[in-house]
T-cell receptor
Framework: KAGVTQTPRYLIKTRGQQVTLSCSPI?????VSWYQQTPGQGLQFLFE???????NKGNFPGRFSGRQFSNSRSEMNVSTLELGDSALYLC??????????????FGSGTQLSVL | ELKVEQNPLFLSMQEGKNYTIYCNYS?????LYWYRQDPGKSLESLFV?????AVKQEGRLMASLDTKARLSTLHITAAVHDLSATYFC???????????????FGKGTKLTVNP
């Protein structure tokens, strides 16, 4: 069974540009959530999608947005990149996101560097 | 706002010794997770703890949850070098009153097991 797939693995952008990251969940999983990991702030929740609808949202500016498609694949977009957006972006999938015994399975992440 | 605190943040121990990592959280939640992260890798799910008094064990790791004290512990028994990694606890913030964040993570405990 394939795991959570994130593309691209590495990305280098310059300030002011925008970027789109992709996440393909485990087959059958309908909940996808996104996290930002930095050495200073640690792991922070960005947003969660279920059945193409945003269900939960973290405390990030509007430059960070996401969406989910009918096949449960998800993308996140960051517009007007800032140096502080340099981070490892992880996505996680689970069956529904609310099942009592559900585990979240994480992808390998996209390492974004903003120059 | 849900806050999750882990301690210690750094732990250096000798093989064969026992130690405990602590995870405190500020708001009642019904779900707590423990994850392991190796350098440059993604997060690997270790345990999901759901109820007061829950105890789960896998190999040399044992996790417990006290919802009244809002405290979870990860106990390491007879440590071996392969356990060297960063360990995170995370609380499901969407299950807290007024919560909107899917997972709120602690800062992580970097464990180094020396021969």
């Amino acid at each position: 069974k394939a795991g959570v797939t994130q593309t691209p693995r590495y990305l280098i952008k310059t300030r002011g540009q925008q970027v789109t990251l992709s996440c393909s969940p485990i087959s059958g999983h309908r909940s996808v959530s996104w996290y930002q990991q930095t050495p200073g702030q640690g792991l922070q929740f960005l947003f969660e999608y279920f059945s193409e609808t945003q269900r939960n949202k973290g405390n990030f500016p509007g430059r960070f947005s996401g969406r989910q498609f009918s096949n449960s694949r998800s993308e996140m977009n960051v517009s007007t990149l800032e140096l502080g957006d340099s981070a490892l972006y992880l996505c996680a999938s689970s069956l529904t996101g609310t099942g009592i015994y559900e585990k979240l399975f994480f992808g390998s992440g996209t390492q974004l560097s903003v120059l | 706002e849900l806050k999750v605190e882990q301690n210690p943040l750094f732990l250096s121990m000798q093989e064969g010794k026992n130690y405990t990592i602590y995870c405190n959280y500020s708001t009642t939640s019904d779900r707590l997770y423990w994850y392991r992260q190796d350098p440059g890798k993604s997060l690997e799910s270790l345990f999901v703890l759901l109820s007061n008094g829950a105890v789960k064990q896998e190999g040399r790791l044992m996790a417990s949850l006290d919802t009244k004290a809002r405290l979870s512990t990860l106990h390491i028994t007879a440590a071996v070098h392969d356990l060297s990694a960063t360990y995170f606890c995370a609380v499901d913030g969407s299950l807290t009153q007024g919560g909107s964040e899917k997972l709120v993570f602690g800062k992580g405990t970097k464990l180094t097991v020396n021969p």
